[in-house]
């Protein structure tokens, strides 16, 4: 039997200086080591893709959740909003309306104990800001009349006194009357 030749690829006496055996021997052994790091770093990568899949899945999970309670308070944010809208616009009517009661204790301070008052209005004039009011009343006495009017004109709130009507009904003892009166800016404090 003839004995095997090996067949070797590899030049038999290559020069260690020359260009192809340095390069052969460099793929070699620095080629080695740059493949096993490379699948390092693939499999590194591989592994780490179940971790942030984990992570991707819990933060898409709490993502639902808040949208979930966000949707669940929307109605809630909407009723309450309106709600605040309406307060608001409650409470700019009041701070716009006059205090009319001092202008009705001012009235009252006035009014001798004999008249009495059948109706009374007070209201605002939109365009001057000027309180006026518009007063029904009965006296039992002509100088009750004469008193009222006078507390009216000295009173310094009232700045003026219309009389409308001064009637007396037939066969009664009391006296109709309708004024209409003017007040002064109230003092600011």
């Known amino acids: 039997m003839i004995p095997k030749k090996e067949i070797s690829l590899l030049p038999e ?5 020359s260009l192809s055996y340095r390069a052969i021997h460099w793929l070699t052994t620095v080629g080695r080591v740059v493949i096993v790091l490379t699948e ?5 990568a591989f592994l780490s893709r179940f971790y942030l899949d984990r992570k991707n899945s819990d933060l898409s999970e709490v993502a639902r959740q808040q949208k979930a309670i966000l949707e669940s308070t929307k109605d809630f944010e909407k009723e309450f909003m309106f709600t605040q809208n309406k307060l608001n616009t409650i409470q700019k009517f009041y701070s716009q309306t ?4 001092q202008y009705i204790k001012s009235l009252v301070e006035s009014t001798p104990l004999d008249v009495v008052y059948d109706s009374i209005s007070l209201q605002r004039d939109e365009t001057t800001s000027e309180i006026t009011s518009n007063a029904s009343l009965f006296a039992y006495s002509e100088e009750s009349i004469v008193g009222f009017m006078t507390n009216l004109t000295l009173n310094p709130t009232i700045k ?8 007396k009904k037939a066969k009664e003892n009391k006296y109709l009357i309708t004024i209409f009166i ?3 800016p109230a003092q600011k404090t």
């Open 160 to 167: 003026t006194v219309d009389i409308k009507t001064i009637e």
């Open 98 to 101: 006059p205090n009319y009661s």
């Open 182 to 184: 003017s007040f002064k």
């Open 40 to 44: 390092f770093i693939v499999i590194v």
């Open 13 to 17: 006496g290559e020069n260690p200086d």
